[in-house]
Protein backbone atom coordinates (compact mmCIF):
# COMPACT_ATOMS: atom_id res chain seq x y z
CA UNK A 1 0.00 0.00 0.00
CA UNK A 2 1.33 3.77 -0.90
CA UNK A 3 2.56 5.34 2.70
CA UNK A 4 0.31 8.11 1.72
CA UNK A 5 -2.85 6.14 1.91
CA UNK A 6 -2.13 5.51 5.68
CA UNK A 7 -3.21 9.15 6.67
CA UNK A 8 -5.90 9.03 4.40
CA UNK A 9 -7.42 6.52 6.06
CA UNK A 10 -6.74 7.71 9.43
CA UNK A 11 -8.29 11.57 9.08
CA UNK A 12 -11.24 9.68 6.84
CA UNK A 13 -11.30 7.57 9.60
CA UNK A 14 -11.79 10.12 12.48
CA UNK A 15 -14.00 12.44 10.40
CA UNK A 16 -16.71 9.79 10.03
CA UNK A 17 -16.10 9.11 13.67
CA UNK A 18 -17.78 12.21 15.00
CA UNK A 19 -20.70 11.38 16.47
CA UNK A 20 -22.84 14.90 15.55
CA UNK A 21 -26.11 13.83 16.03
CA UNK A 22 -25.65 12.24 19.51
CA UNK A 23 -24.01 15.67 19.96
CA UNK A 24 -26.03 17.74 18.79
CA UNK A 25 -29.24 16.38 20.77
CA UNK A 26 -27.19 16.16 23.98
CA UNK A 27 -26.32 19.77 23.52
CA UNK A 28 -29.41 20.55 22.89
CA UNK A 29 -30.76 18.85 26.27
CA UNK A 30 -32.56 16.22 24.30
CA UNK A 31 -31.14 13.41 25.96
CA UNK A 32 -28.96 10.56 25.27
CA UNK A 33 -29.92 9.73 21.31
CA UNK A 34 -28.60 5.94 21.88
CA UNK A 35 -31.91 5.77 24.40
CA UNK A 36 -34.27 7.04 21.72
CA UNK A 37 -36.30 5.42 18.63
CA UNK A 38 -33.99 2.89 16.87
CA UNK A 39 -30.98 3.92 19.41
CA UNK A 40 -28.96 5.16 16.23
CA UNK A 41 -27.11 8.22 16.30
CA UNK A 42 -28.02 9.27 12.90
CA UNK A 43 -30.41 12.15 11.44
CA UNK A 44 -33.55 9.79 11.30
CA UNK A 45 -33.58 9.06 14.73
CA UNK A 46 -32.83 12.55 15.60
CA UNK A 47 -35.73 13.60 14.04
CA UNK A 48 -37.28 11.14 16.62
CA UNK A 49 -37.13 13.20 19.26
CA UNK A 50 -39.05 16.02 17.78
CA UNK A 51 -36.23 18.42 16.95
CA UNK A 52 -36.29 18.92 13.08
CA UNK A 53 -33.84 21.58 13.04
CA UNK A 54 -31.40 19.21 15.00
CA UNK A 55 -32.46 16.60 12.45
CA UNK A 56 -31.62 18.77 9.42
CA UNK A 57 -28.22 20.00 10.87
CA UNK A 58 -27.56 15.95 11.69
CA UNK A 59 -27.95 15.79 8.13
CA UNK A 60 -25.84 18.18 6.91
CA UNK A 61 -23.03 17.76 9.04
CA UNK A 62 -22.73 14.06 8.13
CA UNK A 63 -23.02 14.86 4.83
CA UNK A 64 -20.38 17.50 5.29
CA UNK A 65 -17.95 14.80 7.02
CA UNK A 66 -17.92 12.71 4.25
CA UNK A 67 -17.25 15.63 1.72
CA UNK A 68 -14.05 17.23 3.80
CA UNK A 69 -13.24 13.34 3.90
CA UNK A 70 -12.52 13.02 -0.03
CA UNK A 71 -11.67 16.23 -0.13
CA UNK A 72 -8.73 15.20 2.73
CA UNK A 73 -8.15 12.22 0.84
CA UNK A 74 -7.53 14.11 -2.39
CA UNK A 75 -5.41 16.28 -0.70
CA UNK A 76 -3.08 13.92 0.71
CA UNK A 77 -3.13 11.13 -1.87
CA UNK A 78 -4.31 12.77 -5.08
CA UNK A 79 -6.95 10.63 -6.94
CA UNK A 80 -5.87 7.78 -4.84
CA UNK A 81 -6.74 9.08 -1.54
CA UNK A 82 -10.32 10.32 -2.90
CA UNK A 83 -12.45 7.55 -2.78
CA UNK A 84 -10.43 5.75 0.14
CA UNK A 85 -10.87 8.75 2.39
CA UNK A 86 -14.45 8.38 1.92
CA UNK A 87 -14.95 4.78 2.71
CA UNK A 88 -12.89 5.46 5.80
CA UNK A 89 -15.10 7.91 6.84
CA UNK A 90 -18.67 5.96 6.06
CA UNK A 91 -16.42 2.95 8.36
CA UNK A 92 -15.58 5.64 11.15
CA UNK A 93 -19.50 7.02 11.12
CA UNK A 94 -20.33 3.40 11.69
CA UNK A 95 -17.86 2.16 13.91
CA UNK A 96 -16.95 4.97 15.97
CA UNK A 97 -13.88 3.22 18.68
CA UNK A 98 -15.66 6.88 20.86
CA UNK A 99 -19.19 4.76 21.40
CA UNK A 100 -17.38 0.98 21.46
CA UNK A 101 -17.96 0.61 17.63
CA UNK A 102 -21.73 1.28 17.57
CA UNK A 103 -22.59 3.90 15.03
CA UNK A 104 -24.45 5.22 12.51
CA UNK A 105 -26.21 3.53 9.35
CA UNK A 106 -23.77 5.66 7.26
CA UNK A 107 -26.44 7.07 4.66
CA UNK A 108 -25.49 10.43 4.75
CA UNK A 109 -22.18 10.26 5.08
CA UNK A 110 -21.87 8.15 2.50
CA UNK A 111 -24.17 10.50 0.39
CA UNK A 112 -21.67 12.66 1.20
CA UNK A 113 -18.74 10.96 -0.05
CA UNK A 114 -20.60 10.40 -3.30
CA UNK A 115 -21.34 14.00 -3.83
CA UNK A 116 -18.11 15.29 -3.45
CA UNK A 117 -16.05 11.90 -5.40
CA UNK A 118 -19.08 11.32 -8.11
CA UNK A 119 -21.50 14.41 -8.22
CA UNK A 120 -24.00 12.70 -11.43
CA UNK A 121 -23.62 9.22 -8.97
CA UNK A 122 -24.31 11.00 -5.60
CA UNK A 123 -27.02 13.48 -7.10
CA UNK A 124 -28.77 10.68 -9.17
CA UNK A 125 -28.64 8.71 -5.93
CA UNK A 126 -30.19 11.15 -3.80
CA UNK A 127 -32.98 11.66 -5.89
CA UNK A 128 -33.91 7.49 -5.88
CA UNK A 129 -33.39 7.87 -2.39
CA UNK A 130 -36.12 10.99 -2.55
CA UNK A 131 -38.69 9.78 -5.01
CA UNK A 132 -38.48 6.37 -2.72
CA UNK A 133 -39.64 8.29 0.44
CA UNK A 134 -41.73 10.29 -0.84
CA UNK A 135 -43.73 7.09 -2.29
CA UNK A 136 -43.72 5.00 1.14
CA UNK A 137 -42.51 7.41 3.92
CA UNK A 138 -39.88 5.04 4.69
CA UNK A 139 -36.58 6.71 4.71
CA UNK A 140 -35.02 3.02 5.00
CA UNK A 141 -36.72 1.95 2.54
CA UNK A 142 -34.96 4.83 0.53
CA UNK A 143 -31.70 4.15 1.51
CA UNK A 144 -31.61 0.58 0.75
CA UNK A 145 -33.10 1.16 -2.68
CA UNK A 146 -30.51 4.08 -3.53
CA UNK A 147 -27.42 1.85 -1.60
CA UNK A 148 -28.55 -1.16 -4.67
CA UNK A 149 -28.77 1.47 -7.08
CA UNK A 150 -25.21 3.19 -6.48
CA UNK A 151 -22.89 0.32 -8.08
CA UNK A 152 -24.74 0.26 -11.01
CA UNK A 153 -25.24 3.94 -11.83
CA UNK A 154 -21.12 4.03 -10.84
CA UNK A 155 -20.47 1.55 -13.52
CA UNK A 156 -23.28 2.94 -16.43
CA UNK A 157 -21.39 6.41 -15.84
CA UNK A 158 -17.71 4.42 -16.50
CA UNK A 159 -16.24 5.40 -13.25
CA UNK A 160 -13.46 2.28 -13.10
CA UNK A 161 -13.21 -0.86 -11.32
CA UNK A 162 -12.09 0.93 -7.96
CA UNK A 163 -14.78 3.17 -8.14
CA UNK A 164 -17.43 0.53 -8.49
CA UNK A 165 -15.60 -1.82 -6.16
CA UNK A 166 -15.46 1.19 -3.31
CA UNK A 167 -19.13 1.75 -3.55
CA UNK A 168 -20.13 -2.27 -3.29
CA UNK A 169 -18.27 -2.24 -0.22
CA UNK A 170 -20.14 0.76 0.73
CA UNK A 171 -23.78 -0.30 0.19
CA UNK A 172 -22.67 -3.75 1.48
CA UNK A 173 -21.98 -2.23 4.56
CA UNK A 174 -25.18 -0.03 4.49
CA UNK A 175 -26.95 -2.84 3.92
CA UNK A 176 -25.70 -4.88 6.88
CA UNK A 177 -26.21 -2.08 9.58
CA UNK A 178 -29.63 -2.26 8.02
CA UNK A 179 -30.18 -5.72 8.77
CA UNK A 180 -33.01 -4.74 11.57
CA UNK A 181 -34.85 -2.44 9.08
CA UNK A 182 -34.63 -4.78 6.33
CA UNK A 183 -36.33 -7.61 8.72
CA UNK A 184 -38.93 -4.75 10.23
CA UNK A 185 -39.73 -4.24 6.44
CA UNK A 186 -40.38 -7.49 5.35
CA UNK A 187 -43.15 -7.63 8.35
CA UNK A 188 -44.13 -4.76 7.59
CA UNK A 189 -43.79 -2.95 11.20
CA UNK A 190 -40.93 -0.30 9.66
CA UNK A 191 -41.99 3.25 11.49
CA UNK A 192 -42.83 6.12 8.94
CA UNK A 193 -41.53 9.45 8.56
CA UNK A 194 -43.81 11.40 11.42
CA UNK A 195 -45.32 8.73 13.36
CA UNK A 196 -44.05 7.20 16.25
CA UNK A 197 -41.34 4.81 16.08
Known sequence: ???????????????GSVPFGLLLTRAAGAGD???IGSGSIGATNVLRTGR????????????GKGAVA??????????PGVLLGGLAAVVGHMFPVWLKFRGGKGVATGFGVLLAAMPAVGGMAGLLWLA??????ISSA?????????????????????????????????????????ARLLAGTEPRIGRPS
Open 142 to 182: GALVASAAVPLLTWLLGQGPQAVATVVVIAALVFIRHRTNI
Open 33 to 35: LRR
Open 132 to 137: VVLVVR
Open 70 to 79: VAAGRLVAAE
Open 52 to 63: KGLAAATVLLDV
Open 1 to 15: MNAALVPVLLIGYLL
